[in-house]
């Protein structure tokens, strides 16, 4: 019997174990408890929330070994860890220590201004953002095994999500409609490749797990991305940067398995606390977005 | 025949298609009262941690265990561990199968690997030759079975990664991710 490791079933197998889950942002191994206790089906070991990246400035790199380690050390849930964009040593490096996935995210400062990592060369799965279908089916063709919504990280505003998630899921319903002879000119159009746009629209969805992330900061807005019709979510700065994370987070986790149910997400909002303090996408100067990093 | 799926985290869906292929009704369960016209319910893969506490917070942990006096249950993954009686760790658990489980048995992902399996009596019961090509994820090993429950598979080291126990079937991978609906087909069977 021959064993076969780092398979892009396996890859992607492991995102498919995500699916109807809530995967949390955590910046010590007490965090991380807390959102396993919660209820998350992973957490991502970072040293700072991106609502904290955006307010220090700076170079935003990898975090720590160390540091991801103690987090893996103190939860039994997949642990992911983020990479610059096109920082394939970063990738490298997490790969070593044995992280269950990387994030090649815009969250970071990149580090390549035309390429992403080329993640066929690992056994580790990535998930990257994306804002439209030809975004997440280049990334795809890269070797991610799963994609997320970009939106807009540590502002607590769920309109860029939103944004993203329609682009992407409207674009498969037109997609699905098309004649075949139209798929040739549309991919060039998206910038995608042919064969990932064929199989997109045979299966009526991404050939990936597809969550959503940036900006969700309650369990209405996780609800409201998983009946947009995403898989799962990433909170990120909505938890840790609120008045009660174990309580919110646990909010958020019952409010993604039960999205349909406006009953129960009526329960599980009540009494949450402060909710972490926003910022206006929409009055934010193009300078300080992060989404359109990445290419 | 109508089969359940726990849709409380994991990747029900996937169970859902490869259930719907075999032109069998399926329904998701959330919800206890969503268990009262089932005759089998999948418990699928994902994190087994998520999928307890969603179960006792939606007050699913006692009903699930009535159920399992006279219903099919199947455990996929975290499915597994969920059914067994031990997982060596402080975790809640259904506890309906004599198995010992031990979680993330073969490493972190970058160790999850496929395989294939020689499985006598899936073959026998879909009068079928072809070795079983399994997807294991961050998988749990079935360390031990006891009492009524035994082992329907092994690994080539001897290592159990399935078990049968009445109508309760656990596996420690997944045959809802892959094309080959012979192990669906033998859950049926046992609902029956």
Redesign the interface.
């Known amino acids: 019997?021959?064993?076969?490791?780092?398979?892009f079933?396996?890859k992607k197998?492991?995102a498919?174990?995500?699916?109807?889950?809530v995967i949390m942002d955590v910046v010590t191994p007490e965090h991380a408890k807390i959102a396993?206790?919660?209820?998350?089906?992973?957490v991502m070991a970072l040293e700072r929330v991106p609502a904290d990246i955006r307010a220090d400035g700076g170079v935003a790199r990898m975090s720590d070994p160390g540091m991801i380690e103690a987090i893996m050390k103190s939860v039994?849930?997949?642990v992911m860890a983020k990479c610059r964009i096109g920082h394939f040593v970063e990738a490298q490096i997490l790969?070593a220590i044995?992280?269950?996935?990387i994030d090649e995210s815009e969250v970071l400062t990149p580090a390549d201004d035309a390429h992403h990592v080329n993640k066929h060369d690992f056994?580790?799965?990535f998930v990257c953002g994306a804002r439209n279908l030809g975004e997440a089916l280049r990334r795809i063709s890269e070797g991610a095994a799963m994609i997320r919504t970009k939106g807009e990280a540590g502002t607590g505003d769920v309109v860029e999500a939103v944004k993203h998630a329609r682009a992407v899921l409207g674009e498969i319903r037109r997609l699905s409609n098309m004649a075949e002879e139209e798929l040739f000119t549309y991919a060039k159009e998206i910038g995608a490749p042919v064969a990932l746009v064929k199989e997109v629209r045979e299966l009526g969805r991404l050939p990936v797990v597809n969550f959503a992330a940036g900006g969700v900061a309650t369990p209405a807005d996780a609800a409201l991305m998983m009946q947009l019709g995403v898989d799962g979510v990433f909170v990120g700065s909505g938890i840790f940067k609120s008045g009660d994370p174990a309580k919110r987070a646990?909010a958020i986790?019952?409010a993604?398995?039960?999205f349909q149910?406006a009953a129960i997400l009526a329960e599980v909002s009540r009494n949450l606390g402060e909710p972490m303090v926003g910022r206006n996408v929409s009055t934010m100067p193009e300078i300080e977005k992060i989404a359109g990093r990445g290419w | 025949m109508k089969i359940g799926v726990l849709?409380?985290?994991?990747?029900?869906?996937?169970h859902i298609v490869t259930l719907k292929r075999l032109g069998v009704e399926t329904a998701e369960v959330?919800l206890p009262r969503q268990l009262d016209d089932l005759d089998g319910l999948i418990l699928p893969?994902?994190?087994s941690?998520?999928i307890a506490?969603?179960a006792i917070?939606f007050g699913l942990m006692e009903p699930l265990r009535i159920f399992a006096r006279e219903k099919a249950i199947w455990g996929t993954?975290?499915g597994a561990i969920l059914l067994s009686k031990d997982a060596k760790?402080d975790q809640p658990l259904l506890g309906l199968m004599d198995i010992t489980v031990e979680?993330?048995a073969f490493?972190?992902?970058?160790?999850?690997?496929?395989?294939?399996?020689?499985i006598p009596e899936l073959k026998a019961a879909t009068a079928t030759q072809a070795p079983y090509h399994a997807?294991?994820?961050?998988a749990p090993l079935i360390e031990s079975v006891s009492g009524s429950a035994r082992s329907l598979s092994q690994?080539?080291d001897g290592r159990i990664v399935a078990a049968l126990q009445g109508k309760l079937l656990a596996t420690s991978f997944?045959p809802e991710?892959t094309p080959d609906d012979r192990f669906h087909e033998y859950f049926l069977s046992l609902a029956r």
């Open positions: 019997m021959e064993t076969t490791t780092g398979s079933a396996v197998g492991l498919q174990m995500l699916k109807g889950g396993e206790d919660a209820g998350a089906c992973a039994t849930i997949p790969e044995g992280v269950d996935y056994k580790v799965p646990a986790v019952k993604v398995t039960h149910d | 849709a409380l985290q994991g990747d029900f869906a996937e959330r893969g994902g994190e941690t998520t506490k969603l917070a993954c975290a760790r979680r993330n490493g972190r992902q970058v160790d999850s690997f496929e395989v294939d399996l020689d997807v294991f994820i961050r690994l080539a997944h991710l």
